[in-house]
């Protein structure tokens, strides 16, 4: 009998582009068994931004995995080698930026699709900000300038994300409304700091690099309002450091 793979799916609320010690990347290849994965950065939400790309390759090249990056502004692959890529791969990390702009360009080359086939076929999927947001039915974006609410997700997560929860003002309210209001369904948010390992759409593990950071469960309350449940972080910390005690 064929043993179907486990359909697994990070949230991160930070790593190698935000932060310096690297606890949330470390976390993310933890994840995977092979003992070099394949670790894929797509940066279409930056616009293939050199400098992002730059960042990732600094910060993977230096770890026990093979990284490399697929960029669609300049893609040099064609269908069938994209495909492929794709399916070869450990791991796909997507960054941060403009998640309209993302999903656009992902349905224009079929990436949607073959992101779906890697994930059901065991690939982790992860990503920050517009990179987490993408996976969800839904999602809470500045995507086309004020905060707003985004529904045409890739639905690989059920439900919505809102990134950034705690970071950057006016997050929280809006979201809280938009989930209150129904524009968005019940859903997940991430403080920055935050991992949150989804496997077959259950949530599996959640870890922090900051004490204080958390990821909230956020649905309606059925009295035009919203119930948000924060749910226990496991505190990350350096493999030199012994783990607190609980």
């Not at 982790?124 to 839904?138: D, F, Q, R, T, V």
């Not at 900051?210 to 972080?233: F, H, I, M, S």
Request: proline share 7%; charged share 20%.
């Amino acid at each position: 009998m064929a043993v179907i793979p486990e359909r697994r799916l990070a949230l991160l609320g930070g790593g190698f582009s935000t932060d310096d010690d690297g606890l949330l990347d470390d976390w993310v290849l933890e994840q995977v068994r092979a003992p070099r994965p394949k670790v894929c950065f797509v940066p279409t939400a930056s616009g293939d931004a050199p400098a992002y790309v730059e960042q990732f390759l600094t910060a993977y090249q230096a770890r026990s995995c093979e990284p490399s990056v697929l960029e669609l502004f300049r893609r040099d692959l064609d269908d069938d080698n994209l495909r492929s890529f794709l399916l070869s791969q450990d791991v796909v990390y997507v960054g941060g930026g403009n998640t309209a702009n993302l999903l656009a360009v992902w349905r224009a080359h079929g990436v949607d699709r073959l992101l779906r086939q890697a994930f059901d076929r065991g690939t982790l999927l992860c990503g920050i900000s517009a990179g987490a947001n993408c996976w969800a039915e839904g999602s809470h974006t500045d995507s086309f300038g004020p905060l707003t609410h985004l529904s045409d997700g890739l639905g690989v997560l059920s439900g919505s994300v809102c990134p950034h929860y705690d970071s950057e003002p006016g997050r929280r309210s809006s979201y809280r409304t938009a989930v209150a209001n129904h524009a968005l369904p019940a859903g997940w948010a991430v403080e920055d700091g935050v991992g949150a390992l989804f496997t077959d759409g259950q949530l599996t593990d959640t870890v922090t690099r900051a004490p204080q950071a958390q990821l909230y469960r956020v649905e309606p309350d059925g009295d035009n309002g919203v119930k948000e449940q924060a749910l226990p972080c496991r505190l990350l910390v350096p493999a030199h450091q012994p783990t607190p005690p609980a």
